[in-house]
C-alpha cells in the first residue's frame, strides 16, 4: 500500500491515503500481475477500457469528458515510463472532480 501511495503523492502532494486504498481495493486481482498493474496510454483499447470502467461506470462521466481526463493524466505522467495503474485511476478521478466520491 505504501508503494502506491508514494507513487500517487508524486502527482498530488496531498492526496489523501484513504482515497488511495479505495482505488487499489477496487483494482484487486488487476495490480498482483506487473503487467496489468501498469496502464499503456499507447494502447486504445486500454483506454477505452479505462473509459468505460472506471470514467463511465463508477462516476457517469461519459464522452469528451471522460476522454480529456484521461488524455490529461496521461499528459501529466507523460515522463513516466511507467505508469502506475492505480496512480492513473487516482489522477482520472481528481481530473474528473470524483475524487470524494469513491
Not at 488487476?30 to 496502464?39: C, E, F, G
Request: some cysteine; hydrophobic content about 45%.
Amino acid at each position: 500500500m505504501a508503494d502506491y501511495l508514494a507513487d500517487v503523492l508524486k502527482y498530488d502532494g496531498g492526496a489523501d491515503e484513504a482515497i488511495v486504498n479505495k482505488i487499489v481495493r477496487h483494482l484487486g486481482i488487476a495490480l498482483r500481475n506487473k503487467d496489468s498493474s501498469l496502464v499503456s496510454v499507447t494502447d486504445p483499447k486500454e483506454l477505452e477500457r479505462i473509459k468505460q470502467n472506471w470514467c463511465e461506470k463508477k462516476f457517469g462521466v461519459e464522452g469528451a469528458a471522460a476522454d480529456a481526463a484521461i488524455a490529461a493524466t496521461a499528459k501529466t505522467m507523460a515522463a513516466d515510463r511507467s505508469k502506475s495503474r492505480v496512480t492513473f485511476y487516482y489522477l482520472v478521478a481528481k481530473e474528473l472532480g470524483k475524487l470524494q466520491a469513491l
